[in-house]
């Protein structure tokens, strides 16, 4: 077994145990394994065993490091996680399957004309801002429900929704770290609810400090970098 080997079954038990804990169904949470700043070879060490998704906050370097993994894993599934700019839409788009970090109704737009341009489908969830301590996401419920709202009106043809993303404060206090969560989930629940047309079941949330409280709070993916990869430079 390889050192990746050992910390993924190490997490993968840990996700386990906390469905189990809290009455969810086994394999209800999925696994995105973080691997920015860390290099291909312990990609590919994960890859060996088992794991086939993969979160990166970076384009350029998403591009660099998976266009080597796609040479021969076409299962693998990469997920980007980190904020979108507009000029990087087109690569963004050559090479994830899924982008968690929609924040903005003019992303969702040009996401749109790059997949025209593309003939191709891309998956997606609205990244709401939850924490005070970072800037990512939706600022507010009402600037999220409009970009919803565009989708199930049939604004983006391209775009599938699948729910949402968001990060807790980077703080100990578990309170804080727990009304993050419920915050993401109570919003997903509206939003289904009003916009029956769209399947938004999906709910990422949880890192490498706070995932068991995420699973505990409804977590359908949990983003795990440093407890799998060790601590990035
Ligand atoms: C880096 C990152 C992660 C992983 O964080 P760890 O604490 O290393 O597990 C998860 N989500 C996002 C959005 C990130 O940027």
Do not use: W
């Amino acid at each position: 077994m390889n050192d990746i080997e050992t910390k993924l079954q190490s997490v993968l038990q840990t996700i386990r145990e906390a469905e189990k804990k809290s009455s969810r169904a086994e394999n209800s949470v999925r696994l995105l394994a973080v691997s920015k700043f860390h290099p291909l070879n312990l990609i590919l060490d994960a890859i060996a065993a088992g794991q086939f998704f993969f979160g990166e906050n970076r384009v350029q370097e998403a591009r660099e490091k998976f266009f080597e993994v796609f040479k021969t894993q076409q299962n693998v599934r990469l997920h980007l996680i980190g904020s979108l700019q507009k000029n990087k839409v087109s690569h963004a788009v050559k090479i994830a399957h899924c982008i968690e970090s929609v924040d903005r109704i003019t992303l969702l737009q040009e996401l749109q004309r790059i997949c025209e341009k593309q003939n191709k489908k891309i998956e997606i969830l609205f990244e709401l801002h939850t924490a005070e301590d970072s800037k990512a996401g939706f600022e507010n419920f009402a600037s999220l429900h409009e970009a919803v709202e565009l989708c199930a009106n049939g604004n983006f043809p391209n775009i599938i929704p699948k729910g949402f993303m968001t990060m807790a404060p980077f703080t100990n206090d578990e309170k804080l770290i727990r009304k993050s969560f419920i915050t993401l989930r109570e919003t997903k629940e509206k939003l289904q609810k009003e916009f029956s047309s769209l399947s938004l079941s999906e709910l990422s949330m949880g890192m490498s400090g706070d995932y068991k409280i995420a699973i505990e709070e409804g977590s359908t993916e949990v983003r795990i970098g440093t407890a799998i990869f060790g601590e990035r430079n």
